[in-house]
């Protein structure tokens, strides 16, 4: 076999770490190879800083109480990083070593063996040094330097508008590590990517690139382009006198590794070789709720002289992908299409897993992936506030089948485009991140920021910007300039919200994208370009009954608050301090006006007077919220194609917009989303005094025949009035199937004193329950529960009795839970089975299951 002159040492695991005051020590002496550093702090790498101080319990845990405030000494602080490796180089054969760090945060210099080997100034993309003449057979060392940020930005011009702080926009630094209004400023430094050691000899493969330019079942294209580049010192190609003989093989591997597809032998030209692949009847990649997500693996071989010198071996899927303008009719549309096949875009806005990202075990990426699946959600939109995430985000991604939606990392600020050197720092984060993620198959829009475009316009009407639109060019210049060069294979839109017509702002329903921050915030609209916002905080102004008046085109940001859970509440504050009201639990609202949530609990469920009915209440109106605007958005699916909710995940343990809280555990608004976001949909349609419309949504590629059943319980659950009726649906649309009375339906009833649903027949979909009343206008009775727990299968029956259960809940105290159903409504008699799991324990503590509802608790 011919040996392969390629490998990689991986660097990461344990490091030590130092920190001393700017200036304290000469950066040569504390980068000295020998250097006695037995006695720094231990870390692990990937990391950062706060998490090893953590870790040996030099700081106290940051989450809990007001511990971040008492770690903002680190941003203040020098901070090194040391390590040593072994290295055996073969001395018959010329080596080229790359030192390859995927992340660091953020001004960093690079030492090794006691020499400066370059610095960085840019957090958001991978680092990559030649130390061909600097590393030894035997021991190595390597050393890191970090700045505190203010040395970099103190002497900079500050801008009108930054949210959240004025140092930012000169830092290519995740934006939330300064707070934001879900998150405290926690500013990390440190190695928070993979740190290895590349060798290579005569030649390596630059990049790869893989591009589906069509698919059908019975046939696809990928067309396969790689980038090779020599490694050969000028005193090697010299010495050789003859041009090195350099060729490629392209194989494409079904599960088994069977070939499927392949070219041999292809000649390198201009540092590039060209091939197209035909794959027959290929298996495509699809959604997991469209189809199965389908891998194959893609491989590249380098050959120089005859002998293999490179390889490149990754999963591929094989699919298409665009955004759809324009509809068959000509309209104005915004609509993601698969493999020919327009989708309905149903999921949420991610943010960086955790404030601490180095330190975010892949687990957790897995487990909020597999949650998201779970709630029959389809694509994720990476927020620019946060990072380019990890590989093993878009690994899960790519392997569950869902779709990304990619922010480039620029978010509600103006940054300086005017200055060459931030532009070519851009430029190279921006290059970076298209090349490392372009083969992704989940990967479906780049999109150049948040709100930048849509907020300038307001901000510059209210009066709080008078400057130029800096940054403009980054969105509108620089990056479709870098994708026309670089990944013309999925479409790009220059900034969410975005489009605009008959003089309407860039958050126009009509046009692209929109955000819905009339519910929450109670932005006033329509608006026109040029005209001052206004904001209505007023029961009326913030009500998630706004949604309705909202027939955007695509719905990529909404939402609203709800408590965390009480194990995540309970776990993160100091005795005594949870309660309704308490400085802990303000602590916990980052956001800039706590009266919103006030607001919208008051003219839905009443306000809460104690924890138990904030924590019920603030659940109850985000679930109940949120299914009511996606079910009215999926209900004009001829016209809305998505709803992204704001947001799937915390980074902290706070009250924010999340369905999922930071210890993983799903709040009520995620139960809800089984069946709001479920590919067949049963839908009511009604408000108080009008009729009940009831809808069947079906997102599915199949025509469903059968029947819908509505039933209509008083709170006893006696059923006073029962129909059906005859649904045919064609696959991907919403249909009207019936439209009813109160009066009809109601049978002499108070509408305060009744629970509806919906059931299907003859086809599968989950049933759905409303009332016809707002909670603080149905007076619910004492309802008994009696839960019998299963401990063997890991399961509780909960059943309800004398009236319906209303948001009947389970508890543990303990993290990662997952319930298979939680906050629902029980009707008297009926039992609901739920089973438990957990990623990492088999038995879970069930003496300690705590279930309740908000108007009963266990017998």
């Given amino acids: 076999m011919m040996k392969v002159y390629s490998s990689s040492q991986d660097l990461s695991g344990s490091w030590k770490i130092q920190h001393f005051e700017v200036g304290e020590k000469r950066a040569m002496d504390v980068a000295a190879a020998a250097l006695d550093d037995r006695f720094w702090i231990g870390a692990e790498v990937p990391g950062d800083v706060h998490a090893a101080l953590v870790e040996r319990s030099i700081i106290d845990p940051p989450y809990y109480g007001h511990n971040d405030a008492k770690s903002r000494w680190i941003e203040q602080k020098e901070w090194w990083y040391r390590t040593t490796f072994n290295l055996m180089k073969d001395t018959e054969i010329e080596e080229h070593f790359e030192l390859v760090f995927e992340g660091l945060d953020t001004f960093a210099t690079v030492y090794v063996n006691c020499h400066e080997v370059g610095k960085t100034a840019n957090m958001l993309m991978s680092h990559t040094f030649d130390v061909t003449t600097l590393v030894r057979s035997g021991w190595n060392a390597i050393a890191v330097k970090f700045d505190p940020l203010h040395l970099h930005h103190r002497d900079k011009e500050t801008f009108d508008w930054s949210s959240y702080t004025k140092e930012r926009p000169w830092l290519r630094k995740a934006a939330m590590n300064f707070g934001w209004d879900w998150g405290p400023r926690m500013v990390t430094v440190g190695i928070w990517g993979t740190v290895r050691l590349e060798k290579r000899t005569i030649a390596k493969l630059e990049s790869v690139f893989a591009r589906t330019e069509s698919a059908s079942t019975e046939h696809a294209v990928v067309q396969v382009t790689a980038d090779v580049k020599s490694v050969l010192s000028f005193r090697s190609r010299k010495k050789r006198g003859q041009a090195v003989v350099t060729s490629c093989e392209v194989r494409l591997l079904d599960r088994s590794g069977n070939e499927v597809a392949a070219s041999t032998e292809l000649p390198i030209e201009g540092g590039k070789a060209d091939t197209t692949l035909n794959v027959m009847s290929p298996q495509l990649w699809w959604t997991h709720d469209l189809g199965e997500p389908y891998l194959y693996t893609l491989e590249v071989v380098l050959h120089a002289d005859g002998v293999e010198v490179d390889r490149y071996r990754e999963p591929y899927g094989i699919r298409t992908i665009e955004l759809a303008l324009h509809n068959e009719r000509g309209e104005d549309a915004f609509a993601f299409i698969l493999n020919g096949v327009q989708i309905y875009a149903k999921g949420a806005n991610w943010i960086p897993a955790d404030h601490l990202i180095g330190a975010i075990p892949n687990s957790r990426y897995r487990e909020l992936v597999e949650l998201s699946v779970e709630g029959h959600m389809n694509m994720l939109r990476v927020w620019a506030g946060g990072i380019y995430e990890k590989d093993v985000f878009y690994d899960e991604c790519d392997r569950q089948g869902v779709l990304v939606w990619q922010d480039f990392a620029f978010a509600n600020a103006l940054f300086p485009d005017f200055n060459r050197d931030f532009m070519g720092n851009v430029r190279q984060e921006v290059e970076n991140n298209v090349l490392r993620l372009r083969n992704r198959a989940s990967l479906a829009l780049w999109c150049g920021n948040n709100e930048i475009d849509w907020l300038y316009d307001m901000k510059s009407a209210s009066g709080d910007i008078t400057s130029p639109f800096y940054g403009e060019q980054i969105y509108h210049e620089l990056i479709p300039e870098v994708l026309e060069r670089l990944d013309q294979s999925r479409p790009y839109w220059p900034s969410s919200p975005f489009g605009d017509s008959n003089g309407q702002d860039a958050n126009d329903p009509c046009v692209g994208d929109r955000h819905n921050w009339q519910v929450w915030h109670g932005s006033v609209y329509p608006?026109?370009?040029?005209?001052?916002?206004?904001?209505?905080?007023?029961?009326?102004?913030?009500?998630?009954?706004?949604?309705?008046?909202?027939?955007?085109?695509?719905?990529?940001?909404?939402?609203?608050?709800?408590?965390?859970?009480?194990?995540?509440?309970?776990?993160?504050?100091?005795?005594?301090?949870?309660?309704?009201?308490?400085?802990?639990?303000?602590?916990?609202?980052?956001?800039?006006?706590?009266?919103?949530?006030?607001?919208?609990?008051?003219?839905?469920?009443?306000?809460?007077?104690?924890?138990?009915?904030?924590?019920?209440?603030?659940?109850?109106?985000?679930?109940?919220?949120?299914?009511?605007?996606?079910?009215?958005?999926?209900?004009?699916?001829?016209?809305?194609?998505?709803?992204?909710?704001?947001?799937?995940?915390?980074?902290?343990?706070?009250?924010s917009w999340s369905m999922i809280d930071y210890e993983l555990l799903p709040k009520a608004s995620f139960y809800y989303g089984k069946i709001f976001f479920h590919p067949i949909l049963l839908s009511l349609d009604h408000e108080p005094g009008e009729p009940l419309a009831l809808w069947v949504v079906n997102d599915t590629r199949d025509v469903l025949k059968g029947q819908l059943r509505l039933n209509v319980y008083e709170l006893h659950g006696e059923k006073i009035y029962s129909s059906t009726h005859a649904v045919e649906a064609s696959s991907q649309s919403s249909l009207c199937i019936a439209e009813l009375t109160e009066v009809e339906v109601l049978q002499g009833r108070r509408a305060d004193e009744v629970m509806v649903e919906l059931v299907s027949e003859g086809f599968a979909a989950p049933i759905n329950r409303y009332f016809l009343r707002n909670p603080k206008d149905v007076v619910l009775p004492k309802s008994q529960l009696s839960v019998h727990v299963n401990e063997e299968e890991q399961s509780v029956t909960v059943t309800a009795s004398g009236v319906i259960a209303r948001l009947v809940k389970l508890e543990l105290p303990l993290g990662r839970v997952r319930f298979s159903d939680n906050y629902f409504d029980l009707l008297p008699g009926e039992s609901r089975t739920v089973r438990l799991r957990h990623p990492e324990q088999s038995l879970l503590p069930l003496t300690e299951l705590r279930v309740s509802a908000m108007n009963g608790k266990e017998a």
């Fill in 527 to 655: 608006r026109k370009h040029g005209e001052p916002p206004l904001l209505d905080y007023s029961i009326e102004g913030v009500t998630f009954k706004n949604y309705k008046k909202d027939d955007a085109l695509f719905s990529s940001e909404f939402g609203m608050h709800a408590s965390a859970n009480r194990y995540t509440l309970e776990k993160n504050m100091p005795a005594g301090q949870f309660y309704w009201g308490s400085p802990e639990m303000a602590y916990r609202n980052k956001d800039t006006n706590h009266q919103k949530g006030i607001l919208l609990m008051e003219g839905y469920t009443g306000i809460p007077q104690n924890i138990e009915e904030y924590m019920n209440y603030s659940m109850l109106t985000q679930a109940e919220g949120l299914r009511y605007g996606i079910e009215h958005f999926r209900r004009i699916n001829h016209r809305n194609s998505g709803a992204l909710v704001w947001q799937l995940n915390d980074s902290w343990p706070g009250t």
